[in-house]
């Protein structure tokens, strides 16, 4: 049911590449509430994705921009703001990708260039993002930009790999430009820590399957899914939350408050006596 949040609104979507993706169900929403937006990808994932036939069924316009690059994100805003006839009011950045995951390199034997690739497409392009509109005074005032991380930047989780230093890094930009944009041009600048969701990028984590069951059992309400955080997202870009900026809010469930429930526990326990540290093979896991 639409209530019309995002009226007269318009935005900016990152990496809707196909119908599993979040930012795919976040553009889907803000049609929905009355908003028009623009959707962009990396030009390779243009062609591979879906990106084109979302496009189609929300009548809106598919400009390509490598987020990594500083010209491109140029073009996407001057060219967003013609089409679109003035300012943005609301980015969302879901862009995220590690080739030390795809590659299988463990965390301890990662390779640098790997990791400055992770660092850049999943980090610092949301700093060139926000740079770049700072400086074209792109986004209206009020306007929100919201970038999507994870849990895994506060605590450890196994096979999340150098992911989890991006996110880390992604939440800090968020305070830091949060401060500088409230300041000068009152935008707001949040990021959501949402529940394991299956996407394109979040099913290339080792073991995810397994992360996915144990988050649900955690979590007091269960996981969220990705249709509930693109609601989430509508509220963060509609002027309900004209005052919350510089956070990462944990849309989880409860997950992220959680310490041990007693369904996961159920199924610890059922396990239990088929699991030994001990015998010839111990030493194989050792670091995991």
């Not at 803000?30 to 062609?47: D, S, Y």
């Not at 060139?128 to 209206?140: E, F, P, S, Y």
């Not at 310490?259 to 111990?282: F, I, T, V």
Request: glycine share 8%; net charge neutral.
């Amino acid at each position: 049911m639409s209530n019309k949040l995002l009226k007269g609104k318009k935005g900016i979507i990152f990496g809707a590449l196909n119908p599993e993706s979040i930012a795919w169900k976040v553009a889907e929403r803000a049609h929905e509430e009355g908003a028009t937006v623009i959707l962009t990808n990396t030009p390779v994932a243009i062609r591979m994705g879906e990106t084109n036939a979302l496009a189609e069924k929300l009548k809106t316009t598919v400009i390509g921009a490598d987020a990594t690059k500083v010209e491109d994100l140029n073009n996407l805003f001057i060219k967003s703001m013609e089409v679109l006839g003035g300012k943005i009011d609301f980015v969302l950045h879901s862009i995220g990708m590690s080739p030390n995951v795809r590659k299988e390199r463990h965390y301890s034997d990662l390779d640098y260039n790997y990791l400055d690739k992770t660092l850049d497409v999943s980090a610092i392009s949301f700093h060139k993002v926000l740079q770049t509109a700072r400086k074209l005074d792109a986004i209206n005032e009020w306007g929100s930009v919201v970038a999507l991380s994870y849990v895994a930047a506060q605590r450890t989780f196994f096979g999340y790999n150098d992911m989890a230093d991006a996110k880390s890094l992604l939440e800090s930009i968020a305070r830091s430009f949060g401060y500088i944009y409230g300041r000068e041009r009152r935008v707001r600048i949040n990021t959501i820590s949402q529940s394991p969701t299956i996407t394109t990028a979040g099913s290339g984590v080792k073991g995810f399957d397994r992360l996915l069951d144990f988050a649900e059992r955690m979590s007091p309400l269960g996981n969220a899914t990705g249709d509930e955080c693109a609601d989430y997202c509508i509220t963060l870009f509609s002027d309900l939350t004209k005052k919350v900026t510089m956070q990462n809010l944990f849309h989880d469930g409860g997950f992220s408050n959680m310490g041990m429930s007693l369904r996961a526990l159920q199924q610890y326990e059922k396990g239990l006596h088929h699991d030994c540290d001990c015998g010839p093979k111990a030493d194989e896991h050792k670091f995991d």
